[in-house]
């Protein structure tokens, strides 16, 4: 693992980010980040390795290649790489870009043979990141989301939204006309001036986390 640390310095560069935010979005301090790059330490955990891939936004087999101290993926690392059937569980961010446009080995849900086929044939799999949470997809929960640039129906979308990336409820109330809802307002975009977001995803399916300590 060797050549670990020059990667992880080569990505947050890459990424635009100082030591200090790195060490933010991974919940270590500015000093172990630079102990990571100076290879003065070497043996980076699973949990904080998750975590240094969704903070740099790449794929966990980028931030590893070529590393051959490599220990048997513990459940929470084969579960953020793959979910059933291939498709990889992506790590969504407020910063943009949309995480399949960042990670370009991502692929959608393949098919299974299932009545659900008809659902999530071609969404990609996502989760809230690590220390990330939107209106309608806490930590812990799944989306199946569509790529689309366009309103379907009513439901659920991924927005670019004032520089961020958020979850907001669209209805068309009238033709040509959305309105926003948000567990805060509503919003209806007037229909003469062009949408001040972009539409990225449509929400197919959520998969709650639940509580079973009771």
């Known amino acids: 693992m060797d050549a670990l640390g020059p990667r992880i310095k080569q990505l947050r560069i890459d990424a635009g980010l100082s ?19 100076s290879g003065t330490i070497k043996q980076v955990g699973h949990e904080r390795l998750i975590a240094l891939a ?8 980028r931030l ?24 990889r569980l992506l790590a ?10 960042a990670h370009t080995l ?17 969404c990609y799999l996502v989760t809230p990141g690590v220390g990330e ?11 199946a989301i569509l790529p689309t640039s366009h309103f379907r129906q009513e ?22 006309t959305l309105r926003i809802t948000d567990p805060a307002h509503h919003t209806t ?3 003469d001036q062009p949408f001040p977001f972009r539409i990225a995803g449509h929400l197919q399916a959520r998969w709650q986390q639940r509580d079973d300590s009771d």
């Open 64 to 87: 590893l290649e070529d590393s051959t101290a490599v220990a048997t993926p513990t459940a929470s690392q084969r579960i953020t790489e793959d979910a059933p059937g291939n498709a």
């Open 19 to 37: 030591k200090a935010a790195l060490a933010r979005r991974v919940g270590v301090s500015d000093v172990t980040i630079s102990y990571w790059e």
């Open 133 to 143: 949470t939107f209106a309608y997809l806490e930590e812990g929960d799944i989306a």
């Open 155 to 176: 439901g659920l979308y991924l927005l670019e939204w004032r520089h961020a990336l958020t979850i907001q409820h669209l209805s068309q109330p009238e033709p040509e």
């Open 54 to 61: 969704d903070a740099l936004h790449c794929p966990l087999e």
């Open 106 to 122: 991502a692929t959608p849900i393949p098919a299974s043979g299932t009545a659900i086929d008809a659902l999530v044939r071609g």
């Open 189 to 191: 975009v007037d229909p």
């Open 92 to 101: 969504l961010h407020a910063m943009p870009p949309v995480p399949w446009e």
